[in-house]
């Protein structure tokens, strides 16, 4: 298809696993933003792409969470040593500029027991 | 701190009457507003959005109504069709666009046949 893609759509960590999220954005778009979306709550900014150039990570929580996106295309969430609080939908956007609506994947839900 | 609050979880309206959903923000610097709709197991979906420096913003049966001065913006379905059951979120971005977006917990959407 030709909208965002998200890979996978569900994981399940035991705590203190590594884990690595995939975000493949709609072709030619420049923006790409990762949030965290909690049980009941609404989703979270964590960072923000343009082109391979990370712009803002500043609602990454913690220094266990990493984002990257090396050829400004397909993004990678990662997360290290698992923990329970990090159980959340990862929901990856992008868009054509950051002035454009964004579009949104599926989501990567994420568990950690 | 909670910047985008919709203080409704649930609301049910009978299929062809209004849906008003409501939003309420407390950042100032917040210039653009958005409403995105999410069905369960996808991403959210961009409806509707509209800038600080007007007051409304129609789009079919969508209108949104914004006023600065009660920091107060809200959603307008009319007629309400079985379709539109979803959860609403509000967004507000302070960059004009669509980066870093902050969004509120959502509200549920029954429409009644």
């Known amino acids: 298809g030709a909208g965002v893609s998200q890979s996978p759509r569900y994981k399940v960590a035991k705590r203190g696993q590594d884990v690595a999220l995939r975000c493949d954005p709609i072709?030619?778009?420049?923006?790409l933003f990762w949030y965290q979306q909690a049980l009941g709550q609404g989703p979270e900014f964590l960072t923000y792409f343009q082109n391979e150039a990370q712009l803002d990570k500043s609602g990454l929580p913690s220094d266990r969470f990493f984002a990257e996106r090396p050829e400004g295309s397909v993004s990678t969430l990662k997360i290290q040593r698992t923990q329970q609080e990090d159980s959340a939908v990862y929901l990856c956007?992008?868009?054509?500029?950051?002035?454009?609506?964004?579009?949104f994947g599926q989501g990567t839900r994420l568990t950690v027991v | 701190d909670q910047q985008v609050k919709q203080n409704s979880p649930s609301l049910s309206v009978q299929e062809g009457r209004i849906s008003i959903l409501n939003c309420d923000y407390t950042n100032s610097m917040f210039d653009y507003f958005l409403w995105y709709k999410k069905y369960p197991a996808e991403g959210p979906t961009f409806l509707i959005s509209i800038s600080s420096i007007k007051d409304k913003n129609e789009d079919g049966r969508f209108t949104v109504f914004l006023n600065k001065s009660a920091k107060h913006l809200s959603l307008h379905i009319v007629p309400s069709q079985p379709g539109d059951s979803a959860v609403y979120f509000c967004a507000a971005s302070e960059l004009g666009g669509n980066e870093k977006l902050t969004f509120g917990t959502g509200t549920r959407l029954t429409i009644i046949p």
């Open positions: 072709s030619g778009h420049v923006s």
């Open positions: 956007a992008s868009s054509l500029r950051g002035d454009t609506e964004a579009f």
